[in-house]
């Protein structure tokens, strides 16, 4: 299965967490992977070379810091000129069909703050929802996402393992929680 992860983060100089993500993801030999601000400084999106990337890959990730609840600015604007009628939805828009797609994101509140009555106040996958209802709207597969809650410089490693795993796991394993 061919691979392109999207991170998306405004300063990866100075992430720990993304970046300790994305070293482990770089060393995967069949994985494509990007990084959106350092290729669109001018945030002039190039539509045409987005959109055949990716007709070319199976599955998609993006990978972003949680930012107000949401992505950073360039990855929804990405979003905003890629994902267009005619081409990712709509009449003549069934490009995206059968491709999956998954969100892998950092957040700076642990797993129990996002719950009901939790600090705030829901979880990660109702924040989500946006993605998997655009993701779905397009023809494509959400599967479940990756979320990593703040773990310690010393779990870097370990949290980087399961990153790489889960972006590769089957969808039945990731369906399932296996
Ligand atoms: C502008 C901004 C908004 C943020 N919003 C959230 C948020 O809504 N929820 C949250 O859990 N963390 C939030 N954070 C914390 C980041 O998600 C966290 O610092 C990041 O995921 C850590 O990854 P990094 O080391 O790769 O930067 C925010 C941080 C910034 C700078």
Redesign the pocket.
């Given at each position: 299965m061919k691979i392109m992860v999207i991170v998306a983060?405004p300063n990866l100089a100075d992430?720990?967490?993304?970046?300790a993500l994305m070293n482990e993801v770089s060393k995967l030999p069949d994985v494509r992977v990007r990084d959106l601000y350092q290729e669109y400084p001018d945030w002039q999106i190039d539509v045409e070379r987005e959109q055949q990337l990716l007709l070319q890959y199976d599955r998609i990730v993006f990978q972003f810091?949680?930012?107000?609840?949401s992505c950073p600015p360039l990855l929804k604007k990405w979003f905003d000129d890629v994902m267009v009628h005619g081409w990712a939805f709509g009449p003549g828009g069934d490009h995206l069909k059968g491709k999956e797609f998954i969100v892998a994101t950092?957040?700076?509140?642990g797993e129990n703050v996002y719950r009901a009555g939790g600090h705030?106040w829901f979880t990660m996958s109702e924040y989500l929802r946006p993605f998997q209802a655009t993701v779905t709207r397009c023809n494509g597969t959400f599967l479940p996402a990756f979320v990593s809650y703040g773990p310690s410089q010393a779990e870097l490693p370990s949290e980087a393992k399961r990153y790489v795993e889960h972006i590769q796991s089957s969808v039945y394993a990731l369906a399932r929680g296996q």
């Open positions: 983060h992430s720990v967490l993304n970046k810091p949680f930012y107000w609840y950092t957040t700076g509140g705030n």
